[in-house]
């Protein structure tokens, strides 16, 4: 019976072992929001290694955890960044943008004051700004906002 146990711990220690010191994951991508830098069913690694080391980049592709699932997008602003934030005539927040296409939305919104307001926001410290390459396509911070450092399981590599 104690040749059982002993077995049994050696098992759970292997299994816990390999999971915990295993530095990388592979996974899928779902979806279009990162095209064209990746593409819809195409493999990747999550290197969960990397960020222990060094701080998450502006420019990173990382995965992180939202609600049950996993999502891969660009890191637009680190914590501290200026946010550009369009806010429709009735106050709902339409569009979420960098500091470095103010421009951009400047522009809009003289074009078409109908469309509202910009209004100036940071992200706070120890969150993320992330967003798809395919911005028309993806369901990112611009919809549920800045995502805390925490989440992110890794930095993609493709």
């Known amino acids: 019976m104690a040749l059982a146990w002993k077995r049994w711990f050696v098992v759970l220690g292997v299994v816990l072992g390999v999971r915990l010191l295993n530095p990388v994951n592979v996974a899928v991508v779902d979806g279009r929001s990162m095209e064209p830098a990746m593409h819809d069913g195409q493999l990747f690694l ?5 960020y222990r080391f060094v701080p998450v980049a502006r420019g990173d592709v990382v995965a992180f955890r939202h609600g049950n699932d996993v999502f891969i997008k660009r890191v637009a602003a680190i914590g501290g960044d200026v946010l550009w934030v369009l806010v429709s005539p009735d106050g ?3 569009e979420w943008n960098p500091d470095s296409e103010l421009a951009r939305v400047r522009v809009l919104v003289e074009r078409h004051p109908v469309l509202g307001r910009i209004e100036r926001q940071v992200v706070p410290a120890g969150h993320l700004f992330v967003m798809g390459d395919h911005r028309d396509l993806s369901y990112d911070s611009r ?3 800045p995502i805390p450092v925490s989440r992110v399981i890794g930095r993609a590599i493709w």
Not at 46 to 50: C, Y
């Open 143 to 145: 919809s549920f906002g």
């Open 46 to 50: 999550i290197d969960r290694l990397r």
């Open 92 to 94: 709902e927040q339409m």
